[in-house]
């Protein structure tokens, strides 16, 4: 029985591929999106595989720029790090795949969309959530979720009818990437004892095979984003870009963590982050040199909500659009040079500067020309310890003894002091 057009959120990957078939054999016309972020694979073979299968019509979009400007600059410029760890490689983009699919779905009169999502996974409820906070009549199909094959099963499924995958199962990893990073699963990977072979990685080098020489680099920003590198000024998708092949080389940007996902468990991640590793890091140096200590400490707490919120498909809710009113403007005073260290894996900070710095050297220093007033520092004492002295005073233990709560022998001080 025909049930008309369906818009699939297509990968080019195990699970969408088959569910091109799947779906057709519901009875629907299969229209394929692949949004272009900045993934590592040929999206026109991607295309290409997709009518083979028997989709109807594919499309390919080049959203790069709209990606970094619309959804990953302003999760940079809130140091947007799910669980303080995860700078939210998938996540970003999926408001971004929501967008277009129900863009698409109206362009194609589509009765409905459907992701390659499993049951298990956060990417379900943020790709459902977005794109009916967009259309709210639209329904979402999960084949995924709904047909219960294991990885294998889908494996031989993809032999039987002749869907060319790139998957073996002597290569079981699944994965997701873009421009803002790569996550990685499956396989070894879902032992957290196991440590992850070399071969899950693409973007970053092993770091004991990194060079022997140091790197450094300098990037500059300008109100919380980055502008330049190496004082060459650049569009935020090359800068990425090509800080993720310098970083990389030197094997930055890994991440191991076990994570708790929105679904309700724990589980193993892995990603490869070397763009964003090393900018979040140089930002949050540079804005501890510019922003106020208040404005620090709240901005912190706020951080954390702004990477849940996108973590859990919240991303076009008024809460998020409100915190980007407040970090934009936070933002304004973030601008100078950082210069980073990579070596082996890691990167330092080891250089700033800003023409909006709140270091003042010579209140700083402890040399000549220190120019901060010593003799103040008795009057804000007194001051700032009153209220635990006063409150001492009124609440000590008993009349007479000290309220530090120090049992002294006074017998035994007194002898003390006569020897």
Known sequence: MYKGKVVLAYSGGLDTSVAIKWLMDQGYDVVTFTADVGQTVDLEACKERALLIGACNAYVMDLKEEFVHDFV?????????????????????????????????????AVAVAHGCTGKGQDQVRIEVCTRALKPDLKVLAPVRDWHFSRDDEIDYAKEHGIPIPVTKKSPYSIDDNLWGRAIECGPLEDPWTE????????????????????????????????????????????????????????????????????????????????????????????????????????ADLELKYAELAYVGYWFSPLR?????????????????????????QSVVVGLKSPNSLYV???????????????????????????????????????????????????????????
């Open 73 to 109: 600059w302003p999760a940079l410029k809130a140091n947007a790090m799910y669980q303080g760890t995860y700078p939210l490689t998938s996540a970003l983009s999926r408001p971004l795949i929501s967008k277009y699919l129900a863009k698409i779905a109206e362009i194609e009169g």
């Open 196 to 299: 992850p072979p070399s071969d899950a990685f693409t973007l970053t080098v092993d770091p004991w095979k990194a060079p022997e020489d140091v790197k450094y680099i300098e990037i500059t920003f300008k109100e919380g984003l980055p502008v330049a590198l190496d004082g060459e000024e650049m569009d935020g998708v090359t800068l990425i870009a090509k800080l993720n092949d310098i970083a990389g080389k030197y094997g930055v940007g890994r991440i191991d963590m076990i994570e708790d996902r929105l679904v309700g468990f724990k589980s193993r991640e892995v990603y490869e982050c070397p763009a964003p590793v090393v900018l979040l890091q140089a930002k949050k140096a540079l804005e501890k040199m510019t922003l106020a200590k208040d404005l620090l400490a709240v901005k």
């Open 321 to 345: 659009e409100a915190l980007d009113a407040f970090f934009n403007d936070a933002q304004k005073v973030v601008n100078g040079v950082v210069r980073v260290r990579l070596y082996k894996g």
């Open 361 to 419: 050297n010579d209140l700083a220093t402890y040399s000549a020309g220190d120019s901060f007033d010593h003799s103040s520092a008795v009057g804000f004492i007194n001051i700032w310890g009153l209220p635990i002295v006063t409150w001492k005073q009124v609440h000590g233990s008993k009349k007479g003894e000290c309220t530090c709560g120090a049992n002294v022998d006074k017998e035994a001080v007194g002898s003390s002091q006569k020897g």
